[in-house]
């Protein structure tokens, strides 16, 4: 991105795919430019005249967390703030925005140094998810509130038969793990962290949870909170299918 002809190169090869993947045609589209530019690119770059995207990434957290919590205030009139701030989070955490950005199929226009391009930078789900942020914020920029509202809408409509299926998530995992095994078993979940490694330099955590002597459920996540949930809701199928 150091001279006019790369970038013009990228938004010749690159723009006009994305808007089409987006259905946005953007007004400058240097802003979707700066969306998809890493961090690790500008340290490798000399005399680059783009930021990385992390201000925007910024930016557009904010905004997601805006639009998505008006849409859930608008569709569900009789949910208390409780449970309306539970099915946000399951809607902008890093997850959802990288099951978002896969099914977008964002990761081949991603802007990468060489290091972070060779260690398997495209396909990571911190990256990803916070290029799904800046281009947010890109949206925003440029089009505007309304805009950034309907473009994010459709795809929580879309997604949610994937997300958010039934009443289970108006409550988090862990929580209704512990309310369904001490109403069927009288014990309590005990989650015991098991291995936490590094994989293309991001974190794999492994934890168990166990229920007396019923049950060990092992879960996975990026987080050791992602990964009890994970071994939460695996738990409850486990109890559901048992139960059945």
């Known amino acids: 991105m150091s001279e006019t002809y790369s970038i013009d190169k990228w938004i010749k090869s690159s723009a006009g795919e994305l808007e089409t993947i987006l259905g946005i045609k953007f007004n400058d589209r240097r802003l979707l430019l700066n969306a998809f530019i890493h961090s690790s690119y500008i340290n490798e770059a000399v005399g680059d005249e783009f930021d990385s995207n992390e201000r925007m990434e910024f930016l557009g957290d904010s905004i997601l967390n805006h639009t998505v919590s008006r849409y859930l205030y608008e569709r569900f009139p009789d949910l208390d703030e409780g449970s309306l701030t539970r099915i946000r989070s399951v809607l902008v955490n890093k997850e959802m925005l990288f099951r978002i950005a896969t ?142």
Request: aromatic content about 8%.
């Open 103 to 244: 099914r977008l199929d964002i990761g081949k226009y991603l802007i990468l140094g060489k290091g972070e391009y060779s260690t398997g930078g495209a396909h990571k789900e911190s990256n990803l998810a916070n290029t799904v942020e800046a281009i947010i914020c890109a949206i925003y920029i440029d089009q505007g509130q309304d805009k950034i509202d309907s473009f994010l809408v459709g795809i929580i409509e879309e997604m949610w038969d994937d997300s958010i299926t039934d009443d289970s998530y108006l409550i988090d995992s862990k929580s209704q793990l512990q309310q369904t095994s001490q109403k069927v078993y009288g014990a309590t979940p005990v989650y015991d962290l098991i291995e936490d490694v590094l994989v293309n330099n991001e974190h794999v955590f492994k934890v168990n949870v166990e229920i007396g002597d019923l049950f060990v459920i092992e879960g996975n996540g990026s987080t050791k909170k992602q990964a009890e949930q994970d071994a939460a809701q695996k738990a409850i199928q486990a109890i559901n299918k048992t139960e059945c």
